[in-house]
């Protein structure tokens, strides 16, 4: 296997199409369990499944915030998921994987994790987990968003290389 473009080219060509499975999964967890979670306000069996699942009593505060949880965490996979197929759709077609919308994507998807942790930290402070579990998804997320936005400032630089490059007799 060669090391240069092309290779990086055919790989992100493959991983961009599992990255197409994977997104089409995990959004069908999310609609699964989000309409568990409306059906559980309705039907006995669909709550008692819900509890089951969440390991909460039924129809608590509990178990809806673990619901909650769930959604959240559902989300941020999905958003993942989303952005690296992007970026390796982009890199598979455009003339450089250094592109200002590879930026953009990463910046976002930072953000978006930023926002998780805020949230999630929030969720776990009721969920009556405990404070490790609390400290474990804040500053997990956070750490994610960190990486992730150097990630979009890695990307930013090979694009100010690139324009270089390319702009260079």
Known sequence: M???LHTLRRICEYGSKTMVVGEFVLIACLLASIALTVCSTFSENASVFLSDFLSARKCSPEMWIRAAELIAIL???VATVNTIRAFMTSVSYEHSPFTGRNTDR???LSKIFLFGAVVLGFLEVFSGRGWY?????FFGCILVSVVVYCLGLMIRYGNVLQDEYDHTL
């Open 2 to 4: 060669r090391g240069d």
């Open 75 to 77: 989300m941020l996979a």
């Open 106 to 108: 990463f910046i976002l």
């Open 133 to 137: 579990m609390i400290l474990f998804m």
